[in-house]
């Protein structure tokens, strides 16, 4: 199983960002996916996740209103839409399945500048 995170990088506040994560190894279709991230001293928190069917959706608080999962079956790929970014959400985003069945990718890193 391999997950590939991509899309980071260093953006101003207010700014925006697009992450793919591309999965390889399992029945991608069949898994619920969520993106999570790590802040430096954090713990890593489960930021948002879209279901089998790709119509549901869930979202921490946190990010609600700014950020958008999406996924594409075809290309095996989950995507998080990050708008109106914000310092707080400096951090390493990763993805993996909803209950985080898999080893962890390398992450993508995100710094959001004040």
Known sequence: VHLVESGGGLVQSGGSL???CVASGFRFSRYSMSWYRQ???KEREQVATIFVDGGNRN????VKG?????????KNTVFLQMNSLKP?????YFCNTVRSTYSWGQG???IVSS
Do not use: H, K, W
């Open 18 to 20: 697009r992450l793919s």
């Open 108 to 110: 993508t890193q995100v």
């Open 66 to 74: 700014r950020f958008t999962i999406s996924r594409d079956n075809a």
């Open 59 to 62: 979202y921490a608080d946190s």
């Open 39 to 41: 802040a430096p001293g």
């Open 88 to 92: 707080e959400d400096t951090a390493v």
